[in-house]
C-alpha cells in the first residue's frame, strides 16, 4: 500500500512537471494566457493528488469538486465576469460588529477599505485581470464566488481565500488570483487611524 502511495505521488509529480514545462515553451502565448495556463495545471495536479485517496476517482471528476453545475445550454458559451456589490451588502457590512481576531485584522472598519477609484474602477480591474476557466467554460457553468481577503494599514491586499463552499472548475483560482494581482487600496480606518481589516468580494462569473 505503501509503494502504491509513492508511486502515485512520484506520478503527480512527474505529471505537474510535464505541464509547467510545456508552458515554459510555448512563447506563442500571452502573459495572462501563461498564467491561466499555470493556474490549471496546478489544479490538475492537485487532483491527480487527490485520486490517491479515492477508489473513485477518475479523470471524470477534475474540476469538479464544488457547487457548480454543468449547464449544457451554455458550454463553450462566451464568459463575462462582473463585480456585484449593491447598498443590502454596504447595509450588511455597516451593521456588523467591530472585532479584533488574533491576527489583528479587525471584522470591519467604521471607514471601509476602498479601491482607488471606487466601485466603477474596481470592477474595470477585474474585468481587465480575471480570466474565466476554460473547463467552466467547457461545462457550461456559472457561479458566485466570494472572496475575503484583509487590507493592512498601509493599503496592501493580502490573505485572500474563499468564503462558503468552494465553486469548483478553476472559478476560486480565478478569483483568488486576479484578487492577489491588486495595486494597493485605501486603507480602513477606526477613530480616524489606518487598521488591517477585512473585505468581502462578491465576483459573479456568467456565460452568454
Known amino acids: ?3 502504491a502511495s509513492k508511486k502515485m505521488s512520484l506520478f503527480t509529480i512527474g505529471a505537474a512537471s510535464v505541464l509547467f514545462t510545456m508552458l515554459a515553451c510555448n512563447p506563442g ?8 495556463d499555470s493556474i490549471y495545471a496546478k489544479i490538475k495536479a492537485d487532483s491527480i493528488t487527490a485520486a490517491q485517496n479515492t477508489s473513485s476517482a477518475s479523470n471524470d471528476h477534475i474540476y469538479t469538486a464544488g457547487l457548480g453545475k454543468i449547464n449544457p445550454a451554455k458550454k463553450n458559451g462566451k464568459g463575462q465576469v462582473v463585480l456585484q456589490i449593491d447598498k443590502e451588502m454596504d447595509d450588511s457590512y455597516a451593521n456588523m460588529a467591530i472585532e479584533m481576531d488574533q491576527q489583528g485584522i479587525y471584522s470591519r472598519a467604521e471607514v471601509k477599505p476602498t479601491y482607488p477609484g471606487g466601485e466603477t474602477a474596481l470592477a474595470k480591474f477585474i474585468q481587465d485581470n480575471i480570466v474565466y476557466p476554460e473547463p467552466a ?3 457550461g457553468v456559472e457561479a458566485n464566488v466570494n472572496v475575503v481577503f484583509a487590507v493592512d494599514e498601509n493599503g496592501k491586499v493580502y490573505t485572500p481565500s474563499i ?16 484578487v492577489s494581482k491588486m495595486p494597493r487600496w485605501n486603507p480602513g480606518q477606526i ?3 489606518n487598521v ?3 473585505y468581502n468580494l462578491p465576483i459573479t462569473f456568467k456565460i452568454n
Open 1 to 3: 500500500m505503501q509503494s
Open 29 to 36: 502565448k500571452d502573459a495572462k494566457q501563461l498564467e491561466q
Open 137 to 139: 467554460l467547457e461545462n
Open 163 to 178: 468564503k462558503g463552499e468552494r465553486t469548483g472548475y478553476g472559478l476560486d483560482e480565478a478569483a483568488t488570483v486576479v
Open 191 to 193: 477613530k480616524g487611524k
Open 196 to 198: 488591517k481589516s477585512y
